[in-house]
């Protein structure tokens, strides 16, 4: 059996994970899925000090004192810059990496850097007009093209984002991932996505890819079909 750890996007928390991790748990794996500091649950602990350095701490600690090894490591969207820095940090407890419709940062390089520039100021000018300066409101989940039967309740659950995770650049030792078994998974179906460089990128340097025809939250668009690709990750 397999041991997975699933990190979520911006804005998100554990519950968007529910249909997978209930598939995954189903068959007999482990699965964790953290919700990351100051979002959802743990909105609690907001503030101007949560960054993306917190965030990767958040999921190294979880592997620490879990005492987990060989683990699919999975990070959605945002969530691709928190497993970079974990997998640098402890690859050797890693068996495969899975970006998920996600922003994979060279070292040196913040969400922000690679976001398009009329992306990052309208999270700017919210985060100035509606989070004090530091807290950039979620955006809505027609957006990202989830669903319809999911986006009122996706709007409800999504919480506010700390600025500064957008804002800090990554720092990588190894300056690339270290893991053997990488692999991308792409939304395909929603307007504006921001990710096809990165999708492209990762063919270009052998990565296993593959597209799923949905919007961003794959999780939830296409549980099955998620389920079934993250099987055969673990199973390579």
């Avoid at 309208?122 to 300066?133: I, K, M, P, R, S």
Wanted: proline share 4%; aromatic share 8%.
């Amino acid at each position: 059996m397999a041991t997975f750890v699933l990190v979520t996007g911006a804005w998100h928390g554990s519950w968007c994970w529910k249909r997978v991790r209930g598939a995954l748990t189903a068959q007999g794996h482990t699965v964790f899925t953290p919700t990351l500091t100051g979002l959802c649950e743990r909105s609690h602990l907001l503030s101007p000090d949560v960054d993306l350095q917190t965030h990767i701490d958040d999921i190294a600690n979880l592997i620490r004192w879990e005492a987990l090894t060989d683990i699919v490591l999975v990070g959605h969207s945002y969530g691709g810059c928190v497993i970079s820095g974990v997998a640098d940090r402890m690859g050797e407890k890693i068996a495969a990496l899975v970006y998920l419709d996600a922003f994979v940062l060279e070292s040196g390089q913040s969400l922000h850097d690679t976001l398009p520039a009329e992306h990052r100021q309208g999270q700017l000018e919210a985060a100035a007009t509606l989070g004090d300066g530091w807290r950039v409101p979620p955006i809505p989940a027609a957006v990202f093209n989830v669903n319809a039967a999911d986006r009122a309740w996706v709007d409800e659950q999504c919480t506010d984002q700390p600025l500064a995770s957008f804002q800090q650049k990554l720092h990588l030792d190894h300056g690339a991932p270290t893991v053997r078994s990488i692999h991308y998974i792409y939304a395909a179906d929603w307007e504006g996505t921001p990710f096809t460089g990165f999708y492209e990128r990762a063919k270009a340097r052998g990565w296993s890819t593959r597209e799923i025809a949905c919007g961003h939250d794959i999780m939830l668009d296409r549980p099955d079909e998620l389920t079934a690709a993250l099987l055969q990750v673990a199973a390579c």
